[in-house]
């Protein structure tokens, strides 16, 4: 008899949070590794179409007002609207599809609540509270010392078209290094590409500017982002505060973008 050497594999999956991306990268392991982006890398539009032609086919069959939904719907129009505001992420699928196959309403009229407004008050018959529930969660860990310049730098991205890190650290006068740090937390909805801040999901931007969504999160077009530049003395004091908190943890380690 030959022996046969069992190799475990085990699967990871995870919102690419900071903390978890530099243990990741540690050289112990990442040869070792295999990553895979569901954002990018991974053609995860097809599955997605895939998921909401299934699951609207499962409501046309189970669904109480089967009787009542049309046998072409929905149309394939409104599955590219669909999966164009999906931005590659399940979780808005999922979100809009628990929402029109509730049993209490009548589906195609969900969808088309979905469709005409997509910025629906944030409350449990809304088609966006689990993702709204998501983004208010992951801004509520951002360091509360920070999150209004967190808040501030999105609105300039948001209502000042401006993504570019180095002209933001030009219009608020502070260095790049404070904008990522003051981004580190959102990691998970944002990304740094090159020299640009890039949403993961399009849906983040009508959360930000729905104060119903996103509460003491929302970005308005008369709000931080139109405050006088942070003084030098005001991000040193914040940046080492986030030194020291960080410096507890892992010692003298400095920030890095």
Known sequence: ????????????????????????????????????SLDSDYTSDQDIRRYLIDSFDEIKKTHP????????????SQIDDLLSESSGQFIYASAVVNFISSPYSHPPDQLEAVLESRSCR?????????????????????????????IRILG???????????????????????IYTALAGLTSIIEFRDDHIVFRHAS???????????????????GNHDRKPLKNVEWKMMKG?????????????KIQP
């Open 241 to 253: 505060l986030l030194d020291r908190g960080r410096a507890q943890k892992n010692g003298n380690t």
């Open 65 to 76: 007002a089967r009787n009542h939904i049309d046998r072409g719907w929905p149309a394939p």
């Open 156 to 178: 300039y991205i948001i209502l000042k078209n401006i993504t570019s890190t180095s002209l933001i650290s030009s219009a608020l006068d502070i260095p790049t290094t404070v």
């Open 1 to 36: 008899m030959h022996a046969h050497l069992l190799v475990p594999v085990l699967v990871i999956s995870s919102r690419e949070e900071r903390h978890l991306t530099m243990a990741f990268n540690s050289t112990n392991i990442d040869n070792v590794l295999y990553r895979l």
């Open 204 to 222: 983040l931007l009508k959360f930000l500017l729905d104060v119903s969504r996103s509460k003491q999160y929302c970005i308005s077009s008369v």
């Open 122 to 150: 944030y409350s449990p018959s809304t088609p966006f509270e689990e993702l709204d529930k998501l983004f208010f969660h992951i801004f509520s860990q951002v360091d509360k010392n920070i999150i209004d310049l967190s």
